[in-house]
C-alpha cells in the first residue's frame, strides 16, 4: 500500500522558516515526481513546487520561488520543503502526492490539483501569524 507522510506544520510568525517532511512507503516507481500541494482556508488546493526523484529536477510556482526549497533524501524516501521568509498568505495545510504516470514538475505543480494526483498524504498545517 502506497502511503505518503507529512509531517513538521506548526505555528510560526511572519518571516520565519519551517522544513516538511513528507515520507513515502508502499511504492517502487520507476520514474515519478513529488509535488508539494497546499490548501488555505475557503480555497482551492494549488501546486507550489516539485522534485523528480531521477534526477533531483525541481519546479516552483512564482508565489514560493526564493523562498521555498524542495530536496529529497532517496536512501530515506523522504522529499522535503524548506519554507523560509514565511508570509500570512502561506497559512494552509500542506500535502505531498505523486502520479506514477507524471514526473514532469511543472505538470504536476501547475496541474496537479486539477487532474488529481494518485496518491496523497493527509497534509500537515501551517499557520503564519503576524
Known amino acids: 500500500e502506497v502511503q505518503l507522510v507529512e509531517s513538521g506544520g506548526g505555528l510560526v510568525q511572519a518571516g520565519g522558516s519551517l522544513r516538511l517532511s513528507c515520507v513515502g512507503s508502499?511504492?517502487?516507481?520507476?520514474?515519478?515526481?513529488i509535488g508539494w500541494f497546499r490548501q488555505a482556508p475557503g480555497k482551492g488546493r494549488e501546486g507550489t513546487s516539485c522534485?523528480?526523484?531521477?534526477?533531483?529536477?525541481?519546479y516552483y510556482t512564482e508565489s514560493v520561488k526564493g523562498r521555498f526549497t524542495v530536496s529529497m533524501d532517496n536512501a530515506k524516501n523522504t522529499v522535503y520543503l524548506q519554507m523560509n521568509n514565511l508570509k500570512l498568505e502561506d497559512t494552509a495545510v500542506y500535502y505531498c502526492a505523486l502520479d506514477p504516470g507524471h514526473s514532469d514538475c511543472r505538470l504536476v505543480t501547475n496541474e496537479g490539483a486539477k487532474y488529481g494526483m494518485s496518491y496523497w498524504g493527509k497534509g500537515t498545517l501551517v499557520n503564519v501569524s503576524s
Open positions: 508502499g511504492f517502487t516507481f520507476d520514474d515519478y515526481a
Open positions: 522534485i523528480r526523484r531521477r534526477d533531483g529536477d525541481t
